[in-house]
């Protein structure tokens, strides 16, 4: 048996196929599913840095008032989501 076939498989098993993120110091990690993913050892793909955006809008009389809001285009909600990994209870 091959054993490239062979971690393939355990691969397809036990990992979400999708780029995880690391979280940094994202605000939305706790909320994201790319974040809370069980994750594989061997295999599993990462962003490099965590994709997430802040922006800052500043009141021009006040410069002390502002709005900071953060903003992820790979952020996908915990919600839609169950744990994946699989049942080895029986």
Known sequence: MDILWLC???KQINMSDISACN???CPLRLHCHRYTCPKEELGQSYFKDPPY???MMLDDLFLSLGVVTTA???FWNNREFKD???N???
């Open 8 to 10: 393939s498989r355990i």
């Open 23 to 25: 979280g940094g110091s």
């Open 53 to 55: 955006k802040m922006n």
């Open 72 to 74: 992820c285009a790979f």
């Open 84 to 86: 994946e990994r699989p």
């Open 88 to 90: 080895l209870e029986n």
